[in-house]
């Protein structure tokens, strides 16, 4: 049985819609404002809208912008007196499917409401289209058959149409935001916005007005309100980028918006309520910033919903050829260059380099090289790696390798694992190989928490 949602203040207008439809056999629900039609539009799920245009405060023309925003797919039909022909017109144009004229007739109702409800059919067929070709589209980007690659991908997609917080681990230029765009193109908020901000790239006071907004007034300079980027997502994605470099501060009132869906401007009394699904990421381990004091706790925990760790490309060497065809191509067309292909040795070089910076690093090496090269085919000196190569010792079996962003402690921290690793646990040993006494290494391990 249909759904049908009438919107009118007039209460003789909404009674006899209800008698009528009824009696058709529809489920139908009547409220005399809009407001009260938006709450209903939130807790049903409805096929079609009747809706008168002139009402108070919130009309109905208001009403139909939200289901456009809000519900695309439903079918509006707008109810207007003999004096609102051109508001009806005008409804029309902006998505309504019909309109109908006061005083209504029995037949005219029930033609627009099977005309509304053949409509809704076409209309979710179009999205389910769209959808389809948006979620080809976005697997598209996502490069790579590696198993490590895939694992991340399809927990993406699996937790896509979820509404859960998602917090996505990995070393700098692993493709983070990249999956943070997968899992908006194929979650239902695809048509709502996906906003991304580097938490870590602005001071506190800057990151706060950026995030939340600010009101006319609440410091020199602000001139007008301005809305945050919580406010400009309503409905959609917001990606969080370095989420462990945000200040304490801000911390706390992020915490707040996962929490209650409510914040306050910089400058404001009013809390605004948004629905917007967090996607955080960073480079750094969490947890160690919990235990050194630099993140909050209970924010971790709410952030921590479900985790996705991005495998380095080190990691997945197996897409290597993959990544590179795709850039070469993408980079030849931006550039106006015949270049078809790599040779051999040039993608043995690109196999065998270590990649600190992941496939950020990948992507300008071959930018460049397509940009230098004056053949069809990108040779190893196109490359230009011996530049940014490792010193030998560095691809040796006993080497310890760390991401370029690597901090002190992490390095001294990894050192210790992998000597002690290679010293089967003997810490007498491994203290030998680290030219420091026992105490020291004991101190260390107690330090790091490494047992």
Same mark, same amino acid.
């Given at each position: 049985?249909?759904?049908?949602?009438?919107?009118?203040?007039?209460?003789?207008?909404?009674?006899?819609?209800?008698?009528?439809?009824?009696?058709?056999?529809?489920?139908?629900?009547?409220?005399? $404002?809009?407001?009260?039609?938006?709450?209903?539009?939130?807790?049903?799920?409805?096929?079609?809208?009747?809706?008168?245009?002139?009402?108070?405060?919130?009309?109905?023309?208001?009403?139909?912008?939200?289901?456009?925003?809000?519900?695309?797919?439903?079918?509006?039909?707008? /109810?207007? *007196?003999?004096?609102?022909? /051109?508001?009806?017109?005008?409804?029309?144009?902006?998505?309504?499917?019909?309109?109908?004229?006061?005083?209504?007739?029995?037949?005219?109702?029930?033609?627009?409401?099977?005309?509304?409800?053949?409509?809704?059919?076409?209309?979710?067929?179009?999205? #389910?289209?769209?959808?389809?070709?948006?979620?080809?589209?976005?697997?598209?980007?996502?490069?790579?058959? $590696?198993?490590?690659?895939?694992?991340?991908?399809?927990?993406?997609?699996?937790?896509?149409?979820?509404?859960?917080?998602?917090?996505?681990? +990995?070393? $700098?230029?692993? *493709?983070?935001?990249?999956?943070?765009?997968?899992?908006?193109?194929? $979650?239902?908020?695809?048509?709502?916005?996906?906003?991304?901000?580097?938490?870590?790239?602005?001071?506190?006071?800057?990151?706060?007005?950026?995030?939340?907004?600010?009101?006319?007034?609440? =410091?020199?300079?602000?001139?007008?309100?301005?809305?945050?980027?919580?406010?400009?997502? %309503?409905?959609?994605?917001? =990606?969080?980028?370095?989420?462990?470099?945000?200040?304490?501060?801000?911390?706390?009132?992020?915490?707040?918006?996962?929490?209650?869906?409510?914040?306050?401007?910089?400058? +404001?009394?009013?809390?605004?309520?948004?629905?917007?699904?967090?996607?955080?990421?960073?480079?750094?381990?969490?947890?160690?910033?919990?235990?050194?004091?630099? =993140?909050?706790?209970?924010?971790?925990?709410?952030?921590?919903?479900?985790?996705?760790?991005?495998?380095?490309? #080190?990691?997945?060497?197996? %897409?290597?050829?993959?990544?590179?065809?795709?850039?070469?191509?993408?980079?030849?067309?931006?550039?106006?260059?015949?270049?078809?292909?790599?040779?051999?040795?040039?993608?043995?070089?690109?196999?065998?380099?270590?990649?600190? *910076?992941?496939?950020?690093?990948?992507?300008?090496?071959?930018?460049?090289?397509?940009?230098?090269?004056?053949?069809?085919?990108?040779?190893?000196?196109?490359?230009?790696?011996?530049?940014?190569?490792?010193?030998?010792?560095?691809?040796?079996?006993?080497?310890?390798?760390?991401?370029?962003?690597?901090?002190?402690?992490?390095?001294?921290?990894?050192? /210790?694992?992998?000597?002690?690793?290679?010293?089967?646990?003997?810490?007498?040993?491994?203290?030998?190989?680290?030219?420091? *006494?026992?105490?020291?290494?004991?101190?260390?391990?107690?330090?790091?928490?490494?047992?």
């Amino acid at each position: 049985m249909a759904h049908i949602l009438v919107v009118d203040d007039d209460c003789d207008t909404r009674d006899a819609l209800d008698v009528m439809l009824q009696r058709e056999g529809y489920t139908v629900t009547t409220v005399a $404002s809009g407001a009260e039609a938006l709450m209903v539009l939130n807790e049903h799920d409805l096929d079609v809208v009747l809706c008168d245009v002139k009402m108070p405060q919130m009309d109905g023309m208001e009403v139909l912008r939200h289901v456009q925003e809000q519900h695309n797919g439903l079918a509006v039909v707008m /109810i207007s *007196g003999h004096n609102d022909v /051109i508001a009806a017109v005008d409804a029309m144009k902006k998505g309504a499917v019909d309109y109908l004229m006061k005083p209504l007739s029995k037949a005219d109702v029930l033609r627009a409401v099977q005309k509304a409800l053949a409509m809704r059919v076409l209309l979710v067929e179009n999205l #389910r289209l769209k959808r389809q070709v948006r979620e080809q589209y976005a697997r598209a980007q996502v490069i790579g058959s $590696s198993p490590a690659w895939r694992r991340a991908c399809t927990l993406i997609e699996h937790v896509a149409p979820s509404r859960a917080t998602v917090l996505l681990l +990995g070393e $700098s230029g692993t *493709g983070k935001e990249l999956l943070a765009r997968l899992l908006h193109d194929m $979650s239902p908020r695809v048509e709502r916005p996906f906003l991304a901000i580097n938490t870590a790239a602005l001071p506190s006071t800057l990151l706060e007005a950026e995030l939340f907004g600010y009101e006319k007034g609440a =410091f020199t300079g602000a001139n007008q309100r301005k809305p945050g980027q919580f406010e400009l997502a %309503d409905g959609g994605t917001l =990606f969080l980028d370095e989420i462990g470099d945000m200040p304490p501060e801000v911390q706390v009132k992020l915490l707040r918006v996962l929490q209650d869906g409510a914040f306050q401007r910089l400058g +404001g009394t009013q809390p605004l309520k948004v629905d917007v699904r967090v996607v955080a990421a960073t480079h750094k381990d969490p947890a160690q910033e919990v235990n050194a004091g630099r =993140f909050r706790q209970d924010l971790y925990y709410r952030l921590n919903v479900i985790t996705v760790r991005l495998p380095s490309l #080190r990691d997945r060497r197996t %897409d290597i050829p993959l990544l590179a065809a795709h850039f070469v191509r993408k980079y030849a067309q931006e550039n106006g260059k015949e270049v078809r292909a790599i040779e051999h040795e040039a993608m043995q070089r690109l196999l065998h380099y270590a990649w600190p *910076g992941n496939v950020r690093e990948l992507e300008n090496v071959l930018e460049r090289a397509v940009v230098l090269t004056q053949d069809a085919t990108i040779k190893a000196a196109d490359l230009h790696l011996e530049e940014l190569q490792m010193p030998l010792w560095f691809e040796a079996e006993n080497a310890i390798m760390l991401p370029a962003t690597a901090t002190l402690a992490r390095a001294e921290r990894e050192m /210790i694992v992998q000597t002690l690793r290679r010293c089967n646990g003997n810490r007498q040993a491994a203290a030998r190989q680290l030219d420091i *006494g026992v105490s020291t290494l004991y101190r260390k391990l107690k330090e790091y928490q490494l047992s």
